[in-house]
């Protein structure tokens, strides 16, 4: 018999195994299409910005309602179909209605699968690292051999690979236990406290600055590898790498919550982002360019279990799912908007490894800022 966890490791490994053979090279894609820096940006951005209404909006529905799994399978099945459509896009007009509705019809799919794995584990949500690291794997797996194969047959293979991974996910999903919700009411309420509480003004605040710098990484890590001499092998591997951190950071993410603290890990993951990009501005040879990819268990995977974890302490009773998705619009949502947007635009105009160094700038800007605030907070207390 199949139980509810092994189902949620099943989800994880399809969903980021689908994620990892198509979401890196978007925006490889879009330039071979012919599209300009600009243009690469902005319909990059349309992912993250797509996200930001998609998620919490989805979300706040499922809270609502109770009928979180009609949402997520409805929103899997488009994000399917829609995928599909990214093959007959040839410029940017036609592009651009594809990428926005990929990115509202995916943006719930994973705040509504977090949710309903934390209502598994009950009061073991320190264990999320645990069934979060499936998705690791998938990634892992999957990245690679879809970098010998795009070799082999072309960008353009990653797109069906994906739809066949993101259908049998929808498959796996299906049976995954999720609970019912607040009233519609409560939602609202529950949105209210959220805006008044002072501990998810700070944490949004730094989510949303490691999502910037994240975003700089997600959408131009195969633009910088290609630029400087890398092929679709060691972009495979350049994904491996950062998955094989990725795994020993959830194996720890447990005890380090529960040692340092999620607050603290996630200001550290916010520092490993900043002194990431800074790596890669400096950095020519495409062997020594997998070096940083080390840092991306702390970067992202740290980073993910605490920010899940302290938004289900946080979050208002009744809308834990919303809250999920404010983490998750926050980060890959807004800040992924912010990135995205303004890396095409320093992309075109820079150069790629001078993007990455004004983006580490923008990086330890923002460490200063929360420095500097946490010494007049803890003064005033």
Do not use: C
């Not at 970098?147 to 049998?168: E, F, K, Q, W």
């Not at 999903?173 to 009233?183: D, K």
């Not at 400087?228 to 950062?242: E, F, N, P, S």
């Amino acid at each position: 018999m199949i139980t509810d966890t092994t189902r949620a490791k099943h989800v994880y490994f399809l969903y980021y195994a689908a994620s990892a053979a198509l979401l890196p090279v978007l925006s490889l894609y879009y330039q071979q299409a012919g599209l300009r820096g600009a243009q690469i940006g902005l319909l990059t951005a349309l992912w993250p910005a797509g996200s930001v209404l998609g998620a919490a909006a989805w979300s706040a529905v499922a809270d609502a309602t109770g009928r979180h799994r009609a949402l997520l399978m409805a929103a899997t099945g488009m994000t399917v179909i829609v995928s599909q459509l990214l093959l007959v896009g040839s410029s940017f007009w036609v592009l651009m209605p594809i990428a926005l509705g990929f990115a509202l019809f995916s943006s719930p799919i994973v705040p509504i699968v977090d949710d309903a794995v934390l209502t598994i584990l009950a009061d073991r949500r320190s264990h999320y690292g645990r069934l979060r690291l499936w998705g690791a794997v998938g990634w892992g797996i999957s990245a690679p051999l879809v970098g010998l194969l795009v070799d082999a047959a072309g960008l353009s293979m990653s797109i069906p690979v994906y739809g066949v991974l993101m259908t049998g996910m929808m498959i796996s999903a299906a049976r995954l236990p999720v609970g019912r919700g607040a009233t519609g009411a409560n939602v609202l309420n529950g949105l209210r406290t959220m805006l008044k509480d002072p501990r998810w003004v700070v944490f949004l605040s730094i989510v949303l600055m490691r999502g910037i710098g994240g975003a700089f990484v997600h959408h131009y890590l195969f633009i910088y590898l290609a630029d400087i001499g890398g092929g679709g092998t060691l972009r495979g591997i350049a994904l491996a790498v950062a998955t094989a951190s990725e795994l020993a950071a959830y194996l720890l993410a447990e005890r380090l919550v529960r040692r340092v603290g999620a607050r603290r890990i996630l200001f550290i993951s916010l520092l490993a982002t900043t002194v990431r990009l800074l790596l890669y501005s400096v950095i020519t040879n495409p062997i020594v360019a997998l070096a940083p990819q080390l840092l991306h268990g702390v970067t992202f995977a740290l980073f993910l279990v605490a920010g899940v974890n302290y938004a289900r302490e946080i979050a208002p009773e009744g809308i834990s799912a919303t809250a999920q998705a404010v983490f998750t619009s926050t980060n890959m949502g807004v800040g992924g908007f912010i990135g995205a947007l303004l890396g095409g635009w320093l992309y075109e105009l820079f150069g790629i490894q001078r993007m990455y160094l004004i983006a580490a700038g923008i990086g330890l800007i923002a460490l200063v800022g929360f420095l500097i605030g946490s010494v007049r907070q803890r003064r005033r207390a």
